[in-house]
């Protein structure tokens, strides 16, 4: 087919790279534990600090939108790196950077500056913005057949990372008194610290030189229609999680609840975000990609649903269980169609331009979350989400009519 150029060229994979296929797969899986880490404990603290340390309330999820613009303005640059010098220094670079977010977060809080906490969790993004890429990692240490299935369980790492950054909230927040969550930010700086020794031991081959400049012009793959659906239910999978999530612990605690339920419901959703991943590949080979995306479009639409039915705990933690689960086939099943937009060449480039395209739009809206909620309440940001993802429910149904339609011609 023209619209799936990686699937029916001829990609020649070296028997050394298979040699350590399962191995790389494995410390990946447990670096996405770690390093996934970081991106929860922000999350869950993000908000609370931020209203904390900011002057104006409506400022509260500043520092998640920073987090998020850092993943946006890193995602170029660390596939520029990672297409010129290999992965593994990308690793490395995005890992120091995790080290640097606990550090500065610590002292920001020390110091109740809330500009220095923001400029940790840019920090933060940027670590992010690598630890995202772990899962084109995974596919490229395996055959093509088996990519689903490496990229589907690198990205189960992220069950534990769902119980390490809660647990490290809930555990260390209130040990350097009276400082809240210093404690917890100096945690985050060592975890960053041993995932760096995980994927030390990581072996993918460097690139050959002719791929730094090999392959299509850009513009030639993203208006590829495959791609248009991919980066599009990319976007709206990651933008309504991050929509949601970035408000629910300030809407939990406006609501009366206390923090360590905010706590428990961001390690749940975590969960739900990423134990799918077991059975995802399995499904997106037996079902296709598209009915997988599609099945998270309708259990994100089911999340917002429950939410919009109360404010009592089990509410909030139900949408956050279902808005998880829905993020994970609607991101894992855009990204398996993101494989089959590209060369083997174009790989680095038009996996970054995918994400960059994700997290420059999640970023708007994170910030919008913050001064919709304060202004005008949580069934509010609930309300607004249902816009974009029944836009996209209708674009991903009419396409996959168009696709079957041109198959039966």
């Known amino acids: 087919m023209s619209h799936t150029p990686a699937s029916s060229s001829v990609e020649q994979f070296p028997q050394a790279l298979y040699t350590h296929a399962k191995g790389n797969v494995v410390r990946l899986t447990a670096a996405q534990a770690l390093s996934g880490a970081n991106a929860v404990v922000v999350y869950a603290t993000g908000s609370i600090v931020g209203n904390m340390l900011a002057p104006n309330q409506a400022l509260a999820t500043l520092p998640?939108?920073?987090?998020?613009?850092?993943?946006?303005?890193?995602?170029?640059?660390?596939?520029?790196?990672?297409?010129r010098y290999g992965r593994r220094v990308t690793f490395m670079i995005g890992t120091g950077c995790g080290v640097l977010v606990g550090l500065l977060s610590a002292m920001a809080v020390v110091m109740g500056l809330f500009w220095l906490f923001c400029l940790a969790t840019f920090f933060g993004g940027a670590y992010a913005a690598v630890v995202i890429s772990f899962r084109f990692a995974a596919a490229?240490?395996?055959?093509?057949?088996?990519?689903?299935?490496?990229?589907?369980?690198?990205m189960a790492g992220g069950i534990f990372a769902g119980v390490i950054g809660p647990q490290l909230v809930t555990h260390s927040m209130d040990l350097w008194v009276p400082y809240t969550f210093a404690g917890t930010f100096l945690a985050q700086a060592a975890v960053a610290a041993i995932s760096a020794l995980t994927l030390a031991g990581v072996h993918?081959?460097?690139?050959e030189r002719n791929n730094a400049t090999g392959g299509r012009p850009i513009g030639v793959i993203v208006r590829q229609p495959l791609f248009l659906t991919a980066v599009s239910c990319s976007v709206v999978s990651y933008l309504l999680m991050n929509f949601l999530m970035t408000s629910a612990p300030l809407a939990m605690r406006m609501c009366g609840h206390a923090q360590d339920a905010s706590n428990l419901g961001i390690q749940w959703h975590v969960i739900a975000m990423y134990a799918p991943s077991f059975v995802t590949g399995r499904l997106i080979t037996r079902f296709r990609a598209q009915r997988v995306v599609m099945a998270g479009l309708l259990l994100t639409g089911l999340s917002i649903a429950v939410g919009l039915m109360g404010t009592d705990i089990a509410h909030f933690w139900l949408t956050l269980i279902l808005l998880g689960i829905?993020?994970?086939f609607g991101f894992i099943g855009a990204s398996t169609l993101v494989l089959e937009c590209h060369l083997p060449e174009e790989k680095n480039r038009v996996q970054s331009f995918n994400d960059f395209i994700v997290f420059g739009t999640v970023a708007f809206g994170s910030f919008l979350s913050g001064g919709v909620l304060t202004a005008y309440g949580w069934?509010?940001?609930?309300?607004?989400?249902?816009?974009?993802l029944l836009l996209t429910i209708l674009a991903l149904a009419r396409s996959q009519v168009g696709r079957r339609a041109s198959v039966s011609v």
Do not use: E, H, K, Y
């Open 379 to 388: 069934n509010t940001v609930l309300w607004l989400s249902l816009v974009p």
């Open 64 to 83: 998640i939108t920073i987090f998020v613009i850092g993943m946006a303005a890193c995602s170029l640059p660390a596939g520029a790196i990672a297409q």
């Open 326 to 328: 829905g993020w994970n």
């Open 140 to 154: 490229d240490c395996v055959p093509p057949d088996q990519r689903p299935r490496a990229l589907s369980f690198v």
């Open 204 to 207: 993918l081959p460097r690139p």
